[in-house]
């Protein structure tokens, strides 16, 4: 199991090695451009070279990029949808440039067509996009999602959903899960024994194997509440028991654990990092 977390590359690709080394991280989770946007700057050719090799040098892995929140597949607008697939591709276009093992994406909003409709979308719109993608392109890992307004991949039925379209299609992907969307979608995390049997539900449904990625955020709303509100860890409702047993969840050894609130400066991203290993141990 490796510990990391969400880091800025606002200072520039080349120096997030350093960051991460700086605070304790040994796996991350950046986003390539601003996430909240359409536009794709191109990466400085030698700042991804310096990267690369720093990375590798600092055995830091895996590499994980979280694509922008615009990206919508399910859309019905057409508009949207073809501005989704062009983001998505130069999502794992600019990830596979700098040799990022994992792409996280939000599966979608259905924005009232409908689940089924949605999800099917989802499979088709993914398919276009993975068909076009670069030889070493990272795996997508979709996103369990929280539930909030017409969002879909809530329920681990239809993350496998899915991971088996995709499949059929010849596309491997994986999962990523948050446990602030878990907590949010309604499955009760609080304790060592509700955790246990939530994750055997989600191998039992999806497959543990295809759990890459797990994404570390306490919650400032309750169980089953359909919001997304991070919070740190043991700040929230969820509580720190959980994570205790999370981290040395021994079915989980091959997953990236990714602290995604990203410390208030340098030192508290150390401090965060520090009691999770702590936890670990
Ligand atoms: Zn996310
Ligand atoms: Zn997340």
């Given amino acids: 199991?490796?510990?990391?977390?969400?880091?800025?590359?606002?200072?520039?690709?080349?120096?997030?090695?350093?960051?991460?080394?700086?605070?304790?991280?040994?796996?991350?989770?950046?986003?390539?451009?601003?996430?909240?946007?359409?536009?794709?700057?191109?990466?400085?050719?030698?700042?991804?070279?310096?990267?690369?090799?720093?990375?590798?040098?600092?055995?830091?892995?895996?590499?994980?990029?979280?694509?922008?929140?615009?990206?919508?597949?399910?859309?019905?607008?057409?508009?949207?949808?073809?501005?989704?697939?062009?983001?998505?591709?130069?999502?794992?276009?600019?990830?596979?440039?700098?040799?990022?093992?994992?792409?996280?994406?939000?599966?979608?909003?259905?924005?009232?067509?409908?689940?089924?409709?949605?999800?099917?979308?989802?499979?088709?719109?993914?398919?276009?996009?993975?068909?076009?993608?670069?030889?070493?392109?990272?795996?997508?890992?979709?996103?369990?999602?929280?539930?909030?307004?017409?969002?879909?991949?809530?329920?681990?039925?239809e993350l496998a959903f899915l991971v088996d379209g995709l499949a059929e299609k010849g596309h491997g992907v994986g999962v990523c899960l948050d446990t602030a969307h878990l907590w949010g979608a309604g499955y009760d995390i609080s304790t060592p024994e509700t955790l246990g049997a939530v994750l055997t539900e989600f191998d039992r449904v999806v497959g543990l194997a295809r759990l890459h990625c797990v994404h570390l955020n306490d919650s400032l709303k309750e169980l089953g509440s359909h919001t997304d509100r991070h919070a740190y860890l043991g700040e929230g409702r969820i509580g720190l028991t959980p994570f205790h047993a999370l981290v040395r969840e021994r079915r989980l050894d091959h997953v990236a654990m990714i602290l995604e609130k990203t410390g208030r400066d340098l030192k508290h991203c150390r401090e965060l990092i520090g009691a999770l290993k702590a936890l670990s141990r």
């Fill in 1 to 157: 199991m490796r510990f990391g977390m969400h880091l800025s590359v606002s200072g520039g690709i080349d120096r997030v090695p350093e960051i991460a080394r700086s605070v304790g991280a040994d796996t991350y989770q950046i986003f390539v451009d601003s996430p909240s946007t359409w536009r794709y700057g191109e990466w400085h050719a030698a700042k991804v070279e310096r990267f690369r090799e720093r990375r590798k040098e600092l055995g830091q892995g895996p590499v994980v990029v979280h694509t922008g929140y615009l990206i919508n597949l399910a859309s019905s607008k057409t508009d949207v949808l073809e501005k989704s697939l062009v983001a998505l591709g130069k999502e794992f276009a600019k990830a596979a440039d700098i040799g990022a093992e994992y792409l996280v994406l939000h599966p979608g909003k259905h924005l009232g067509t409908g689940r089924e409709t949605g999800l099917h979308k989802i499979v088709e719109g993914l398919v276009r996009v993975m068909e076009g993608n670069p030889v070493g392109a990272p795996m997508l890992l979709l996103e369990g999602s929280e539930g909030s307004g017409t969002s879909l991949g809530v329920t681990f039925e």
